[in-house]
């Protein structure tokens, strides 16, 4: 199942979603043992620049995948901003946003707002994203060892101390 046509076709199925994600205990971590290639894709930063995942070999990265209009993705913003405070340059947090509507103003806007103060990026083919990373609900979080493998990802919000012990495992 593709997120595009779910995103566009069901507003009320997502919201009941929502809420049932918000009414969900934080998960946790969840490993990917053992840990699998990360697929590198196209992005387009808010100033228009292009980059891949790959740019950031040699470094631990945490995708964000999410969307302006999440509610959890919106929740989640306090931890990811202490998440990019505590680590050095070695760490690059991601996010990207997997809704086609999104412009990258609006995940400006959206930036602004959350006082985010790491790079947020647009898809060219948000599908060919989601369908590789097997994203069928957002937020989604994959963290990518210093060589991109996925070491962990995580479906709706995630813990706090458990993702920074990972973190810093990695680094």
């Given at each position: 199942?593709?997120?595009?046509?779910?995103?566009?076709?069901?507003?009320?199925?997502i919201?009941?979603?929502?809420?049932?994600?918000?009414?969900?205990?934080?998960?946790?971590?969840?490993?990917?043992?053992?840990?699998?290639?990360?697929?590198?894709?196209?992005?387009?930063?808010?100033?228009?620049?292009?980059?891949?995942?790959?740019?950031?070999?040699?470094?631990?990265?945490?995708?964000?995948?999410?969307?302006?209009?999440?509610?959890?993705?919106?929740?989640?913003?306090?931890?990811?901003?202490?998440?990019?405070?505590?680590?050095?340059?070695?760490?690059?947090?991601?996010?990207?946003?997997?809704?086609?509507s999104?412009?990258?103003?609006?995940?400006?806007a959206?930036?602004?707002?959350?006082?985010?103060?790491?790079?947020f990026?647009?898809l060219?083919?948000?599908?060919?994203?989601?369908?590789?990373?097997?994203?069928?609900?957002?937020?989604t979080?994959?963290?990518?060892?210093?060589?991109?493998?996925?070491?962990?990802?995580?479906?709706?919000?995630?813990?706090?101390?458990?993702?920074?012990?990972?973190i810093?495992?990695?680094?």
């Amino acid at each position: 199942m593709r997120l595009r046509p779910l995103l566009a076709s069901h507003p009320k199925a997502i919201s009941a979603a929502v809420v049932l994600l918000l009414a969900l205990p934080a998960a946790g971590a969840l490993a990917l043992a053992p840990a699998r290639p990360g697929v590198d894709f196209e992005f387009t930063l808010l100033d228009g620049t292009g980059g891949r995942v790959s740019d950031h070999r040699g470094r631990v990265v945490l995708l964000d995948f999410m969307a302006t209009w999440c509610v959890p993705c919106q929740l989640a913003m306090p931890k990811l901003n202490a998440l990019r405070a505590s680590f050095s340059p070695d760490f690059v947090l991601l996010s990207v946003s997997v809704d086609p509507s999104d412009s990258a103003a609006g995940l400006g806007a959206f930036r602004a707002t959350y006082n985010g103060t790491w790079p947020f990026a647009v898809l060219p083919d948000p599908d060919a994203v989601t369908e590789a990373y097997g994203i069928k609900e957002i937020p989604t979080y994959v963290l990518l060892d210093r060589s991109g493998r996925m070491v962990t990802a995580v479906l709706g919000f995630f813990d706090y101390d458990r993702m920074t012990a990972e973190i810093q495992r990695l680094l």
